[in-house]
Nanobody
């Protein structure tokens, strides 16, 4: 199994930036995809951005051009740089890691965009 610990998040004004980090431990060599998801109150959890072990990325349309995901395989970390934040980005953000036989989640970190 893989354990994920997130850091970052917090309160930021519209137009501001935040960086989320996720550190993986355990059976990390079995991971083929990592991603960030978010869940707002009363809504389902949706993919924000993902990256494969080979470096292929994908983004939700709502964050393209504003968010950047990058993965450091040597340090076992996953980072989400969020720029030009909007109130609708407010949610709990979760780090995820997928392997052939497992799917792991972090504990979640709150991001609030408000003036």
């Amino acid at each position: 199994q893989v354990q994920l610990v997130e850091s970052g998040g917090g309160l930021v004004q519209p137009g501001g930036s935040l960086r989320l980090s996720c550190t993986a431990s355990g059976s990390i060599f079995n991971i083929y995809h990592m991603g960030w998801y978010r869940q707002a109150p009363g809504k389902q959890r949706d993919l924000v951005a993902g990256v494969t072990t080979g470096g292929i990325t994908n983004y939700a349309d709502s964050v393209k051009g504003r968010f950047t995901i990058f993965r450091d395989n040597a340090k076992n970390t996953l980072t989400l740089q969020m720029n030009s934040l909007k109130p609708e980005d407010t949610a709990v953000y979760y780090c995820s890691a997928d392997g052939a036989h497992f799917s792991s989640w972090g504990q979640g970190t709150q991001v609030t965009v408000s003036s």
